[in-house]
């Protein structure tokens, strides 16, 4: 059993920072704005109008707060083992330091919930804003290309069914923005800076506009009354809404996964994390403030919530805008969480849990190519066929399970590592993790309904590949087995 928790020397993974074939061409600006455009896209623009309508009601703004607090704490730890060890491989990497190669998989199992499927449901969102905007265009995109092809009814005998239907738009954007990857970072954080600055301005103005159309009846009341046998509304229907967004603040994580391609990673990648995570906390319950004083709660379950409080304001030109901006938005959002889920693999691979493929580089662009179109093409099909009930409830888990393992990383290298040299540290440490990982688990309580579908089906899957390949091919269990 004591193979299935062989860590990895935190020297060797300092040593093989410092000797990455990636490009080192991310500042701490890139840093900030590579946060900001994986944060601000379906999280917003699409999930905080359900989350709204069907479980908080006006009190999102309350969710929206304590996602970001918990976010916070988790956040404070991966800034401190960012520069600590400030390699790809995120929280998969501070998991094989700190509890073991087993763990160190089950996480980097969990971040394809993190990144590659929170892509497919970015993906998923742009299609509602899509659909509307070619519809103020005049065309109509019918239902049976732009909708899943899975149903999924909570309620029902057999949850999930099956319709003739593909969702085409999902499906192209990232196959489209996996041909941009394989280009190189460097080009694509120059089109993400670009992308992040509009989408900022737009929803700034849809702030500045809206104070003044907020009706504060919307507001009464604040905290509908629970509806009993359910999570909808009251203090349940916060805490389930608070646990779905926290999906959306996934992005300063995705920071984190730039480490090896950072020109000051020990200094840059923290400035990165925090710096994106307070940006988009005021901007998230400011949004959350207009849409629900613009808009009564209970209209905003539809796939384009922003442009429904666009149109109480009836000003033409920002409604546009809007919807403009929450396509090029999420695009951007996809990009980051593809890019992020392609160098979690190549970190995986390199330790040889993953074949090598996945860690081989395009000699011209510096790019791993075929893990970025394993990835692509992956994340492309899950889009088309899943709908956006299953893949925000799963990738909510998944995250929030991976920060409670970040934040106990944090307290176990400073037990067994207390000398290595850390150039941020967690403040009010050991609270601070030890938070972070209670409210990470009173989260995850408010979605127990997919916990089933993870724990029977999804980590399952995860444990066979690791069993039947992963520990056979382990460079670290080959070395160790050597020295013996």
């Known amino acids: 059993m004591k193979h299935f928790f062989i860590k990895k020397p935190v020297s060797q993974i300092q040593e093989e920072c410092g000797n990455s074939q990636l490009k080192r061409s991310l500042s701490a600006l890139n840093l900030i704005s590579l946060g900001i455009g994986c944060i601000i896209g379906a999280g917003i623009f699409a999930m905080t109008g359900t989350q709204a309508a069907v479980y908080a009601g006006p009190a999102i703004m309350i969710s929206f707060l304590l996602a970001a607090i918990t976010c916070g704490f988790a956040a404070l730890c991966y800034a401190e083992l960012a520069s600590t060890l400030p390699v790809s491989g995120s929280a998969y990497t501070y ?124 507001w009464h009341p604040l905290i509908p009354e629970h509806i009993a046998g359910t999570e909808r509304y009251g203090w ?11 999906f959306a603040f996934v992005g300063f994580e995705a920071v984190s996964t730039a480490a090896q391609e950072a020109r000051n990673p020990q200094k840059d990648i923290p400035i990165g994390i925090l710096g994106s995570l307070l940006i988009c906390t005021v901007l998230y319950i400011l949004v959350g403030m207009v849409l629900t004083g613009t808009v009564n709660y209970k209209l905003l379950d539809v796939p384009d919530p922003l442009a429904i409080s666009v149109n109480v304001m009836n000003i033409g030109w920002l409604k546009w805008s809007v919807k403009l901006g929450a396509i090029i938005g999420m695009f951007s959002v996809t990009l980051v969480l593809l890019y992020s ?17 996945f860690c081989r580089l395009n000699q011209r662009f510096a790019t791993p190519h075929w893990n970025t179109i394993i990835v692509g093409i992956v994340t492309a099909l899950v889009a088309g066929f899943t709908p956006i009930d299953i893949l925000g409830d799963l990738v909510s888990l998944g995250t929030l399970m991976a920060f409670a393992i970040v934040c106990f990383s944090v307290i176990y290298l400073r037990v067994t590592n207390p000398d290595i040299p850390r150039l941020f540290k967690v403040p009010f440490y050991p609270v601070t993790p030890i938070l972070g990982i209670i409210s990470c688990l009173w989260m995850m309580w408010g979605i127990l309904n997919m916990m089933e579908l993870l724990l029977i089906y999804y980590l399952p899957v995860g444990l066979l590949i690791y069993f039947f390949y992963s520990r056979k091919h382990s460079k670290l269990r080959h070395k160790k087995l050597l020295l013996s």
Do not use: C
């Not at 239902?143 to 057999?158: F, M």
């Not at 889920?341 to 493929?357: H, I």
């Open 236 to 246: 349940e229907g916060i805490l389930h809404a608070a646990a779905v967004i926290s």
């Open 95 to 218: 998991a094989y330091a700190a509890l073991g190669e087993l763990p160190a998989w089950i996480m980097g199992w969990l971040l394809i919930l993190e990144y590659g499927i929170a892509a497919s449901t970015v993906a998923v969102s742009l299609t509602g804003y899509f659909t509307s905007f070619m519809t103020d265009l005049g065309v109509t995109i019918p239902s049976a290309l732009s909708s899943a092809s899975l149903l999924y009814n909570p309620d029902a005998v057999h949850k999930l069914s099956w319709h003739y239907a593909f969702n085409l738009p999902a499906f192209l954007t990232v196959i489209m923005l996996t041909g941009l990857l394989l280009i190189g970072i460097k080009e694509s954080a120059t089109i993400n800076n670009i992308v992040v600055l509009i989408k900022l301005t737009i929803l700034i103005l849809l702030v500045l506009f809206g104070i003044s159309f907020i009706d504060t009846a919307n």
């Open 341 to 357: 889920q392609t160098r979690v693999f190549y970190s995986m691979a390199l330790d040889g849990l993953l074949p090598s493929l």
